[in-house]
């Protein structure tokens, strides 16, 4: 007996985790799995991520102060190309918020959830799993500073993963080239919808896509909020190659965020959905009655409209009342949003409303803040309320025919 | 210079202090969760394998070999998302495999630790492989290439990082 001594304690060894492995798999996986060996768990990360918190302080110090205080050639030239950045931006920027409250009116009339981040944490990468089965990193900060499981985590090119264990200091996040990691993407121009997944390899590829699609090479993937973990429209990455072949398409996805090297992250720890602000919309709609009834006010010449109309930063100032009747004539609710207000063509141009032949609300239409993080939807200024469609005489956009949004609305 | 020993007089044994015992092991898993993140290229190495065979061959008890598979196996598996017990018994196997094989070879010379390195880590990754496919149903494929390349760049590793080990043995 004493012969195979060794075999059989090497044998009970081997079987006590085979044992333990099927039970933690029959316990479902996912939050369930890591429930039930939580505590070897915690006493691993707890004696690790105080030393990997560590190193990274201490590198991201040094760093800092090689970057701050020594380091600081090319600065000035630095300087000014960021101011013409700003610059150019700031006219993006402005071209930005029409669209923005463009699509907030529409939203409006069509009755869409819309979500909004409105808090964020910034939390750095102190680690991984250590196994190429197992993308997963560690972040340093946790449930002390309100971060929960399920969580989004994105950075500042396109989304990272979700947090799928949280300890009162460090969170683990799992990333979204794991293989049990699974995204709803669109695509941007195509607006095909489908699932983005991990592969063993650390590939991303666009599940279950049909063979007849038309899926091409650099258009951008999407969130398509279908998940109920990511908001819509958060950037994923970018096609790669396409290969036919079979019932599918085989679709590589390249991540936008580079989730080989990742430093900073942000976990999204607080998210709104509201609907559009309907009392707003019904309100612009009695007082657009109201005007179309009241006395109307003669035009002024337009040029000496446009001066006082619009405030320093381009933005027009509220006006009530100077639309022609014409302007404004009951239609059916079903075909409210058909004609599209204002295009923001120019940014230039951007807020800059001609005042001739456009409905009252047009000319109360201030810059919103981006869709991203308005933190309410404005009155949909400029918009055909719901009923109503506006007669205007330039040529509407066409890139934003409310049809095409009504099948990307949030979950 | 002899490959295999004669007589069990001949045998080495050597015992760790406490300190080491249990730094070491955490030191390698946290290298190996660390490094990754900064050298992508440093995931082919499984540093707490190398501990693993390097304590095992040292201590020479088939026993002691496999718990200390067991342990640092289970400490690699909670680090990450999958059950327990992936990496915990594809160690112990190797744990006191390369305790079995401590006692027949000269585990000193380098030849002997490359090849059983090498070989340990071919072992480690097709128990790894069964269970991660067959029991956690993960969707794995084994390339030959890359795990020959992956099992000499391990044994290269390895044998520097024995080099630095050895100091830290004492006779028993």
């Known amino acids: ?411 | 210079m002899a490959v295999s020993y004669t007589s069990r007089e001949q045998i080495e044994v050597y015992r760790f202090s406490w300190p080491v015992t249990i730094l070491v092991p955490l030191l390698a898993i946290f290298l190996q969760a660390f490094l990754p993140l900064r050298f992508s290229f440093f995931s082919i190495f499984d540093l707490p394998l190398l501990v693993v065979i390097f304590f095992a061959m040292a201590r020479r008890s088939q026993v002691a070999g496999l718990l200390t598979g067991a342990v640092i196996g289970i400490l690699q598996d909670s680090l990450t998302h999958h059950p327990l017990g992936v990496y915990g018994i594809a160690k112990t196997v190797v744990g006191y495999g390369a305790s079995s094989l401590g006692v027949k070879l000269d585990v000193e010379s380098v030849g002997t630790r490359l090849l059983v390195t090498s070989g340990f880590y071919v072992v480690h990754q097709i128990i790894y492989f069964t269970i991660a496919r067959g029991l956690v149903g993960l969707d794995l494929r084994w390339l030959w290439s890359r795990e020959l390349i992956a099992a000499v760049a391990n044994a290269v590793v390895g044998v520097l990082l024995f080099t630095l080990m050895d100091r830290l043995k004492e006779r028993a």
């Open chain 1, 1 to 411: 007996m004493g012969r195979y001594r060794n075999v059989s304690i090497l044998a009970a060894a081997v079987f006590i985790q085979l044992v333990g492995l099927a039970y933690q798999i029959k316990k479902q996986t996912g939050k369930d799995a890591q429930e039930s060996s939580r505590l070897i768990r915690v006493w691993t990360i707890s004696a690790i991520t105080p030393l990997e918190k560590g190193i990274v302080r201490l590198q991201t110090g040094t760093v800092n102060l090689w970057h701050n205080y020594v380091y600081l050639r090319g600065v000035r030239q630095e300087n000014r190309g960021l101011k013409d950045k700003i610059e150019q931006l700031q006219l993006e920027q402005v071209r930005l918020q029409q669209d923005a409250s463009q699509a907030r009116r529409l939203q409006a009339l069509l009755g869409f959830k819309e979500q909004f981040i409105d808090q964020t944490v910034a939390a750095q990468v102190i680690g991984s799993s250590g196994s190429e089965q197992s993308r997963t990193v560690y972040l340093d900060k946790g449930s002390d500073v309100g971060i929960k499981l399920g969580m989004p985590v994105i950075s500042a090119e396109g989304i990272v993963g979700k947090v799928i264990l949280v300890q009162p200091s460090v969170s683990q996040v799992l990333l979204i080239n794991d293989q049990t990691s699974g995204v709803g993407t669109i695509l941007e121009k195509s607006r095909l919808q489908g699932v983005l997944k991990g592969r063993a390899s650390g590939e991303l590829v666009l599940d279950k896509v049909m063979s007849e699609e038309d899926v091409k090479t650099g258009e951008r993937v999407l969130t398509s909020g279908g998940d109920q973990i990511f908001p819509k429209g958060l950037p994923v990455g970018m096609i790669g190659e396409v290969k036919h072949g079979g019932e599918f398409l085989q679709v590589q996805v390249k991540p936008a965020a580079a989730l080989n090297h990742l430093e900073e992250v942000l976990v999204i720890t607080q998210r709104q959905e509201r609907e559009p602000d309907k009392t707003a919309v019904r309100s612009m709609r009695a007082a657009d009655i109201l005007a179309q009834r009241l006395p109307q006010v003669p035009d002024k010449p337009a040029e000496g409209e446009t001066t006082h109309s619009e405030t320093g930063n381009g933005t027009p100032a509220p006006k009530p009342a100077t639309i022609p009747s014409a302007a404004i004539q009951p239609k059916p609710a079903a075909s409210a949003g058909t004609p599209t207000p204002q295009a923001p063509a120019h940014p230039g141009t951007a807020g800059s409303v001609p005042l001739t032949n456009k409905p009252a609300q047009a000319k109360t239409q201030a810059p919103g803040a981006s869709a991203g993080n308005a933190p309410q939807p404005r009155t949909p200024v400029g918009a055909a309320p719901a009923g109503t469609t506006v007669s205007k005489p330039t040529t509407a956009p066409t890139g934003t025919a409310p049809t095409q949004d009504t099948g990307d609305a949030p979950q």
